[in-house]
């Protein structure tokens, strides 16, 4: 008899403690929720951050449906996509970015999670609750700020000041080309910089896609085997910027296959070592001279 009111505040305990996970996803994202408190925990130690990030994402994955999807090894697909990464494979948190990314201008697109078509909006929610600082919605068809919109404001930028910027001369001329370019360079900057208020992301926090990396490590590690958790770190998980390889370039897509196939553990255990060799040569006392 004792047993079941000792089973109830259990589930009670179990269902509070989740509410209050999915309202911090919610709030934050997966991403904040295990990177806090991460440069805390030594480097050295391979016991405490295992264990907690294993008990976060073990109530991640009850809250967060694309969490599930992932740790259960789903599969997603867009066949609307021509390149083959991006067109199916296993659900991971840079798939689904990549496909968010490339369908912003066809919102419409069939998409297909788990063999089960999902609508696009549906899972950009989902994939929110697990990735920050995201930009992800439709385009509209009227904005202003695509690039063959940007360079047609530009020419024509440049066709009124140089126009004027001739008309002005002494003598009079039809057109003034060294004030046309400098006009045509200064709409095309002033557009692309206020395309990038209008709907970039926040170019001050952590890239969506370094940060889909980072959280596909943690859900792969604790696939495959949790114990190895302590090597999901900010500092292990490598990086680059759009400007030394482009987010259609080779290193992040073989990065997020290395991930997803677990060849990347060798790679943060290399790395791992690398940083306790460094910090262990910065402990040591130097000799003193002879």
Not at 22 to 28: A, I, N
Not at 35 to 63: C, F, H, Q
Not at 229 to 243: D, F, G
Not at 265 to 283: D, H, I, S, T
């Amino acid at each position: 008899m004792s047993a079941a009111p000792a089973d109830n505040l259990e589930m009670l305990d179990r269902t509070m403690r989740l509410a209050n996970v999915r309202h911090e996803l919610e709030e934050k994202s997966f991403y904040y929720l295990a990177t806090a408190g991460e440069k805390e925990v030594p480097l050295a130690d391979t016991t405490a951050l295992a264990e907690s990030r294993r008990r976060l994402i073990d109530d991640v994955v009850a809250t967060a449906p694309l969490a599930a999807h992932i740790v259960r090894g789903a599969r997603i697909a867009c066949p609307e996509i021509e390149d083959d990464f991006s067109q199916e494979g296993l659900t991971t948190c840079f798939r689904v970015h990549e496909i968010l990314r490339k369908t912003r201008g066809r919102p419409e697109a069939r998409i297909l999670l788990d063999e089960k078509p999902v609508a696009r909006r549906e899972l950009l929610a989902m994939y929110r609750l697990l990735t920050p600082n995201t930009n992800l919605e439709p385009l509209s068809p009227y904005t202003l700020y695509t690039l063959p919109r940007i360079l047609a404001t530009a020419l024509v930028g440049g066709v009124v000041i140089g126009g004027w910027a001739g008309h002005e001369q002494t003598p009079e001329s039809w057109m003034d080309f060294r004030a046309a370019c400098f006009g045509a360079g200064l709409v095309a900057a002033a557009m692309s910089l206020l395309g990038q208020f209008a709907w970039s992301r926040n170019l001050a926090r952590a890239a969506p896609w370094n940060v889909a990396l980072y959280n596909d490590v943690n859900f792969v590690l604790y696939q495959r085997d949790p114990k190895l958790l302590y090597l999901a770190r900010v500092e292990l998980v490598e990086r680059n910027h759009l400007i030394k390889g482009g987010l259609n370039g080779r290193r992040y897509h073989e990065r997020a296959h290395a991930i997803e196939t677990g060849a990347y553990v060798e790679v943060l255990k290399y790395r791992r070592q690398k940083l306790l060799e460094r910090g262990g040569a910065a402990a040591a006392p130097k000799a003193s001279p002879v």
